[in-house]
């Protein structure tokens, strides 16, 4: 059965770091690119950075040289480094393949940026 599981949300103070996980058990996951989304309350789900299936990784502005996305196709996992997070990056955080596609949305993981 096909499922998507994100997890390491946590509650961290601002400047803090976190690393999210993701395990993609979807078929032909070495050939799929995937991608990290989040959702803050009241807004829209944003991609927030992308690892193609050819080994480019690319990142909202907003995130850009702080979060780092990396994958291990053996592992079918996709991760999410976050270094000095902001209040602004307090949202629940998705793992999906880009484009998304409505049956891979799992639970999520909060991650809350707080003092």
């Known amino acids: 059965q096909e499922r998507i599981e994100e997890s390491g949300g946590d509650l961290v103070v601002p400047g803090g770091s976190l690393r999210l996980s993701c395990l993609a058990s979807i078929r032909h996951f070495g050939l799929t690119t995937m991608g990290w989304y989040r959702q803050a309350p009241g807004n829209q789900r944003e991609l927030v950075a992308t690892?193609?299936?050819?080994?480019?990784?690319i990142y909202a502005d907003s995130v850009k040289g702080r979060f780092t996305i990396s994958r291990d196709n053996d592992k079918e996992s996709v991760y999410l480094q976050m270094n000095a997070l902001k209040p602004e990056d307090t949202a629940v955080y998705f793992c999906n393949q880009v484009p998304s596609k409505e049956r891979y949305w799992g639970r999520g993981t909060q991650v809350t940026v707080s003092s």
């Open positions: 690892y193609t299936s050819s080994g480019f990784r």
